[in-house]
């Protein structure tokens, strides 16, 4: 079989090749705050999910982890451009999605390991996180399923003319979905204010995008569905942050949905925390370090230390203080209550065993 990951050209200009020539990240846009917040939200995310990570090598963790290590620029950027009046839904890989919009880490942490304390009250794992008074209306592991709810989202945002936006995060393999395209059609034909987020890390669980799709270019279906769209580096958090502006803004001021695509890629394997470098055609330990290289994280770092915007000893402590917080709230998540037993019925029937 011939092999047409190596034979085929990238149709993402360069975005999928990881030793690109790389452009300083320009954040001659934002003031300091905003790019303090940026850098603590990276770090927020990437150790939250390191931890997790300990958790299931620790046995702690029960339910299947998915962690979106070396990915969190796109989250942090696309927050960016949101409020709490959005809605906003998430997958099977929404660590980043939830904390970006101010997620509680110790929530996080308590629903992974089965705790009352838990964003879903410890019943759902780290598949299915909740936190509506952030925006985030929850995330469900069945692929490609809250993409329609998002557009239900920005039904119910048209009818109320407030200005809210629905928004869907999803990966490269869920726009191998009917639901996608369906959704997409919906709300283009209808202009609706939808923000739908393509993580495409190139991978739909172990299998390379091009032995499954005839090009890399996920934007290829926003231009078939007339649906106002960008491609971009998905590990430069500013690059994101101004694409999301630009489409959020469009669709809150009527001019319908928007389709960003972030290229980017996960560190981590499909599910658990080892890296898995025997599956897939471009999964060598060579291909996990060269994209490294471009990981977001020390790219912002160098960009704020460049251009004079925060120092090195301000990025260590805060480095330090956000370590000491993921600790702290991982210390007590691990010494929390798990749900009663009547929890069982509780949650499933009206009055359950309370009656």
């Given at each position: 079989m011939t092999d047409v990951s190596v034979t085929r050209a990238s149709d993402l200009g360069g975005l999928a090749n990881p030793a690109r020539p790389l452009s300083p990240i320009d954040v001659g846009a934002y003031d300091d705050a905003t790019l303090r917040h940026f850098l603590t939200l990276l770090f927020r995310i990437r150790f939250a999910e390191e931890k997790v990570g300990e958790l299931v090598e620790r046995g702690l963790a029960k339910a299947p982890c998915h962690l979106g290590i070396g990915q969190e620029a796109v989250a942090v950027g696309v927050s960016a451009a949101l409020n709490a009046r959005d809605r906003v839904f998430g997958g099977h890989r929404s660590h980043s999605h939830y904390l970006a919009?101010?997620?509680?880490?110790?929530?996080?942490?308590?629903?992974?390991?089965?705790?009352?304390?838990?964003?879903?009250?410890?019943?759902?794992?780290?598949?299915?996180?909740?936190?509506r008074e952030l925006g985030f209306y929850g995330s469900v592991p069945l692929v490609g399923a809250t993409i329609p709810l998002a557009v239900g989202a920005g039904i119910a945002a048209q009818m109320e003319g407030q200005g809210?936006?629905?928004?869907?995060?999803?990966?490269?393999?869920?726009?191998?979905?009917?639901?996608?395209?369906?959704?997409?059609?919906?709300?283009?034909?209808?202009?609706?204010?939808?923000?739908?987020?393509?993580?495409?890390?190139?991978?739909?669980?172990?299998?390379?995008?091009?032995?499954?799709?005839?090009?890399?270019?996920?934007?290829r279906y926003g231009d078939a569905h007339v649906v106002n769209t960008r491609s971009v580096d998905g590990n430069d958090t500013v690059a994101v942050a101004k694409a999301a502006n630009e489409l959020v803004t469009h669709a809150r001021n009527g001019g319908g949905p928007g389709l960003l695509e972030a290229v980017t890629f996960r560190h981590r394997g499909h599910v658990g925390p080892k890296e898995d470098i025997d599956v897939g055609v471009r999964r060598r330990q060579s291909d996990i370090d060269a994209w490294k290289r471009v990981d977001p994280i020390p790219r912002l770092i160098s960009a704020?230390?460049?251009?004079?915007?925060?120092?090195?000893?301000e990025i260590a402590q805060l480095e330090q203080s956000v370590r000491k917080e993921i600790d702290e709230a991982a210390t007590r998540a691990e010494a929390a209550a798990y749900p009663e037993e009547r929890a069982l019925l509780d949650l499933v029937y009206i009055g359950g065993a309370s009656k």
């Open positions: 919009l101010g997620g509680d880490v110790y929530k996080l942490l308590a629903e992974v390991l089965g705790k009352l304390d838990g964003t879903s009250r410890g019943m759902g794992g780290s598949m299915h996180l909740y936190g809210a936006v629905g928004v869907c995060y999803f990966g490269d393999g869920a726009t191998e979905e009917g639901v996608f395209h369906e959704s997409m059609n919906l709300a283009s034909a209808m202009r609706l204010p939808v923000l739908f987020v393509c993580e495409n890390n190139l991978f739909s669980s172990h299998l390379d995008i091009n032995l499954r799709q005839p090009s890399d270019r996920i934007g704020l230390r460049d251009a004079n915007r925060m120092t090195a000893g």
